[in-house]
C-alpha cells in the first residue's frame, strides 16, 4: 500500500451510555461503508499474514479486508463465507484482540486494523443487500449425519458437510436454535434477528432442523446410530456452577443461565408482552468477571436495578471478560468490587435475599492459569445490602449425553474426551466438539472445532 498509514483505528459509532442501559438495542451501531473502506486501506496485505494464522477458522483476511477497501463488499462477503459459516456474530462477539488483530503488524506500533468490525460490515451489508444466497450443493452423497445441538459448534458441522453432499439432521433441545447465541449472549450484544439469520442460512443448505428434541431422553446416541452413519454432539456446556456457600436456595438467587435464559429466550424483558417474568430488583450483585459476568450486570441495569455490581475475587488486570466488554460496562454505571468473595447469603423472614457477607483478598502467588492467585484475608468480613445475586462464574456440560451413552468417556468436569486431531469420541462413529470438550470456552473456538470435526467425519466415512 503507497502513502502514510494511519495508525489509529477508525472508531465505531456507539449508543450513548445513558441513552442505552434503557433499551435493549444492540450498542454498537457498525461501520458505514466509508468507515469500512477507510478502516480497511490501514491493512498492509502483508505477503505472510499473522492475522489468519490467528483465527481458528482461517479466514482470509487479507482477502476479504482487500475487497472492503476497493468497495467490492459483495466480493468481502464472499470470501469471509468460504471459511466462516458465521459472520455476523463472529463479527461482533469474537475476542479478536487476543486472535486475528493480536498478529497484525500495525498493532506493533499503533492500532491493529478493525478486522472484527469489518468482518460485521460485510456481513450486515450482505444482509442489507438481501444478496445472501446459498451455494450449490452437490448431489446428496447418501451419508447422513445427526448433529446434536444448534451452537456454533454444530451450526458449523452441519454447514461444513451439508456443503460436502451429505444429508444432515440438527437436534436441538430447546425451542429455538442458536445454542448460547441465542439464549446466553443478549440482544443489546448480539441481535437475535441476526442469529435467526445465520441459522436460516444453515437450513437453506438443505440441513433439518428438529426442535425440543432432548437427545439422551426423546432418543438416545445408540439409537440415534440406527438412522445416521455419524453422529456429533455439540451440546455445549450449559450446566451452571454455583459458590457452594450458605443461602443460595434464597428467592433471588440465580445462575447466569437461567437469568440470561429467561431474558433472552423467553424474552422476560418484554413481560407482560411476554409471559416470563424477570423480577425487578434494586440492588444487584454479580459474582464472576467474564464475559457472562458482564452481560448479566449490564442485563440486570436494562431491567431497572438502580445500582448492580460485579463483585470478583481477583483484581482489574485479571478479569477475563473482553476488554470493549469491561469498558461498556464501566461506561453504563456497573460497580466493580474487586478483591471480595462473597461466603454467605443471608435473606429475610419471606426466604428473598436481602444481604451478602463478602470477605476482602489479596493477590498471593501466580497459580496454575498464570494469574495470580487470590488468597483470603482473615477477619475481614463486611456485608453489601442486595436483593437479587447471580452467579456467573463458569459451567459444566450438562451429564445427560454420557449418563445415556454407554462407553463415552467424559473427563473429571464432564466434559467429553476425545482425539484433539479428529474430534473422534471413545464411541465408534461418535464426534464431539466445542464446549462440551473444551468447558466454556469461545464462539470461534467451538467453530474451529466443527470445522475440524466435520474433515475427520468426511475422512472416516469417504474412507469407510
Ligand atoms: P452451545 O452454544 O452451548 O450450544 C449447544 C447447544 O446444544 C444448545 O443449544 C443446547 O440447548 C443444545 N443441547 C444441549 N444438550 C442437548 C441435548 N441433550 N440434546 C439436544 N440438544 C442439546 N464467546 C465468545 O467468543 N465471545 C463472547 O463474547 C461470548 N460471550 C458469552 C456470553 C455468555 C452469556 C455465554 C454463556 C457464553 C459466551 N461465550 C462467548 C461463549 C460461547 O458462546 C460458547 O463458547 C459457544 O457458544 C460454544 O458453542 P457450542 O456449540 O459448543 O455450544
Known amino acids: 500500500m503507497a502513502g502514510k ?71 468481502g462477503i464472499r470470501k469471509v463465507k468460504e471459511t466462516n459459516a458465521l459472520p455476523a456474530v463472529c463479527g461482533r462477539v469474537c475476542p479478536q484482540e487476543e486472535q486475528c488483530e493480536s498478529g497484525c503488524l500495525l498493532g506493533k506500533k499503533g492500532d491493529p486494523v478493525a478486522i472484527g468490525r469489518l468482518e460485521r460490515f460485510v456481513a450486515d451489508w450482505e444482509a442489507e443487500e438481501g444478496a445472501g444466497e446459498a451455494p450449490p450443493l452437490p448431489p446428496f452423497n447418501r451419508l447422513r449425519v445427526a448433529v446434536v445441538g ?154 431497572g436495578a438502580d445500582e448492580v455490581h460485579i463483585v470478583y475475587r481477583r483484581s482489574h488486570d485479571e478479569l477475563p471478560a473482553r476488554a470493549e466488554e469491561v469498558e461498556n460496562a464501566e461506561e453504563e454505571g456497573v460497580i466493580f468490587d474487586f478483591l471480595t468473595l462473597p461466603v454467605r447469603l443471608i435473606g429475610d423472614d419471606r426466604g428473598w435475599l436481602t444481604r451478602l457477607e463478602c470477605r476482602r483478598m489479596e493477590l498471593g502467588e501466580p497459580d496454575a492459569s498464570g494469574r495470580r492467585r487470590p488468597v483470603e484475608v482473615m477477619n475481614s468480613e463486611f456485608m453489601m445490602d442486595m436483593n437479587a445475586s447471580v452467579c456467573a462464574i463458569g459451567n459444566s456440560p450438562n451429564p445427560l449425553i454420557p449418563m445415556t451413552t454407554p462407553g463415552l468417556e467424559v473427563g473429571k468436569r464432564g466434559n467429553i474426551v476425545v482425539d484433539d486431531e479428529s474430534g473422534r469420541t471413545s464411541r465408534d462413529r461418535v464426534w464431539a466438539g466445542g464446549d462440551v470438550v473444551t468447558g466454556a470456552a469461545t464462539v470461534i473456538s467451538a467453530m474451529g472445532a466443527g470445522r475440524k470435526v466435520a474433515r475427520s467425519i468426511h475422512e472416516a466415512l469417504t474412507e469407510a
Open 150 to 303: 444448534s451452537g456454533p459448534a454444530g451450526i458449523t458441522v452441519a454447514a461444513d458437510l451439508a456443503l460436502l453432499g451429505y444429508e444432515v439432521t440438527m437436534f436441538e433441545a430447546l425451542h429455538e436454535a442458536g445454542g448460547v447465541l441465542t439464549y446466553g449472549i443478549p440482544e443489546f450484544r448480539l441481535p437475535k434477528a441476526i442469529v435467526r439469520r445465520e441459522v436460516q442460512y444453515v437450513r437453506s443448505l438443505s440441513v433439518d432442523l428438529r426442535l425440543d428434541f432432548v437427545v439422551g431422553k426423546t432418543r438416545t446416541i445408540d439409537r440415534l446410530q440406527e438412522d445416521f452413519d455419524a453422529v456429533f454432539v455439540g451440546a455445549g456446556a450449559g450446566l451452571p456452577w454455583f459458590l457452594d456457600i450458605p443461602g443460595e436456595n434464597l428467592n433471588g438467587v440465580y445462575s447466569a443461565n437461567e437469568y440470561l435464559t429467561r431474558c433472552n429466550l423467553m424474552s422476560g424483558f418484554r413481560f407482560p408482552a411476554f409471559d416470563t417474568p424477570l423480577k425487578r430488583s434494586a440492588r444487584v450483585a454479580v459474582f464472576g468477571g467474564g464475559n457472562v459476568a458482564m452481560d448479566s450486570a449490564r442485563t440486570a441495569l436494562r431491567l
Open 5 to 75: 498509514v494511519e495508525l489509529v483505528r477508525l472508531p465505531m459509532p456507539k449508543q450513548e451510555p445513558r441513552e442505552r442501559v434503557r433499551n435493549f438495542d444492540e450498542v454498537a451501531l457498525g461501520y458505514t461503508a466509508e468507515l469500512a473502506r477507510d478502516e480497511a486501506s490501514r491493512c498492509l496485505g502483508c505477503k505472510k499474514p499473522a492475522c489468519v494464522a490467528g483465527c481458528p477458522v482461517g479466514v482470509d483476511i487479507p482477502g476479504f479486508v482487500g475487497c472492503v477497501a476497493a468497495g467490492d463488499f459483495a466480493a
